[in-house]
């Protein structure tokens, strides 16, 4: 996408303060695959080999313990031959399951600290996520003992922070809502079982007039 490309260069070389988002020739889909023991490199090459275009992989590891675990999250570009992944049900000789990634929350862009974009694809005016000044976190000379101060809501907490108010309303007026369950939703009636047929092969077999043969036969 050429366009794309020059109106941001030109943009950006005009001191505009602006963000995009990632072009549609650009986007990719993440997978998660479950049940592998192998590293990194050797997923990456054997997706590879099987014809796929890997961005990126990476192996999950529990919140703590930093320990590696065998779910691994790779990122593809969103093209129909990379789609086949989802078909695999075997790679490197080991059983698999392939997965979509959980849907995440919006990003927080730690350039500006506004939403739903990344500082990657951002050009406007830092915001520091500590002590809400004009600059990057990464710059930022406030002392860490110092409390932090969100330049969204001004609150006693980092910028960054999903839990703050405003990120929390941005949330709610931007996430679809869902349709209610019917067991939670009162104003439909509920399906009924069909009623059983009163009337069957068996019952009309009992109920048929029983006869009795007088032919009879010759010597």
């Given at each position: 996408?050429p366009?794309?490309?020059?109106v941001?260069t030109?943009?950006?070389?005009?001191k505009?303060?602006?963000?995009?988002?990632?072009?549609?020739?650009?986007?990719?889909?993440?997978?998660?695959?479950?049940g592998?023991?192998?590293?990194?490199?050797?997923?990456?090459?054997?997706?590879?080999?099987?014809?796929?275009?890997v961005?990126?992989?990476?192996?999950?590891r529990?919140?703590?313990?930093?320990?590696a675990?065998?779910?691994?999250?790779?990122e593809?570009?969103d093209?129909?031959p990379?789609?086949?992944i989802y078909?695999?049900?075997?790679?490197?000789?080991?059983?698999?399951?392939?997965?979509p990634e959980?849907?995440?929350?919006?990003p927080?862009?730690?350039?500006?600290?506004d939403?739903?974009?990344?500082?990657?694809?951002?050009?406007r005016?830092?915001?520091?996520?500590?002590?809400?000044?004009?600059?990057?976190?990464?710059?930022?000379?406030q002392?860490?003992?110092?409390?932090?101060?969100?330049a969204?809501?001004?609150?006693?907490?980092?910028?960054?922070?999903?839990?703050?108010?405003?990120y929390?309303?941005?949330?709610t007026r931007?996430?679809?809502?869902?349709?209610p369950h019917?067991p939670?939703?009162?104003?439909?009636?509920?399906?009924?079982?069909?009623?059983?047929?009163?009337?069957?092969?068996?019952t009309?077999?009992?109920s048929?007039?029983?006869?009795?043969?007088?032919?009879?036969?010759?010597?």
């Amino acid at each position: 996408m050429p366009d794309y490309h020059k109106v941001k260069t030109y943009l950006s070389e005009q001191k505009y303060h602006f963000n995009t988002r990632r072009p549609d020739s650009e986007k990719t889909f993440r997978v998660v695959i479950r049940g592998l023991v192998n590293d990194t490199d050797e997923l990456k090459d054997e997706l590879n080999n099987k014809g796929l275009t890997v961005t990126q992989v990476l192996q999950l590891r529990k919140t703590g313990t930093k320990t590696a675990i065998p779910l691994f999250l790779v990122e593809l570009p969103d093209s129909k031959p990379n789609k086949q992944i989802y078909s695999f049900s075997k790679i490197l000789s080991q059983r698999i399951s392939v997965e979509p990634e959980h849907r995440r929350r919006p990003p927080i862009c730690t350039r500006c600290l506004d939403y739903s974009h990344t500082n990657k694809y951002c050009e406007r005016k830092p915001r520091c996520g500590a002590c809400s000044g004009a600059h990057q976190m990464l710059n930022c000379k406030q002392p860490s003992t110092d409390p932090p101060k969100c330049a969204n809501c001004g609150g006693p907490h980092k910028g960054i922070w999903k839990g703050c108010p405003n990120y929390q309303r941005f949330l709610t007026r931007n996430t679809p809502p869902t349709e209610p369950h019917l067991p939670n939703n009162p104003s439909q009636p509920r399906p009924q079982p069909a009623p059983l047929p009163q009337r069957n092969a068996w019952t009309d077999r009992n109920s048929a007039p029983q006869t009795t043969r007088t032919d009879k036969h010759p010597p």
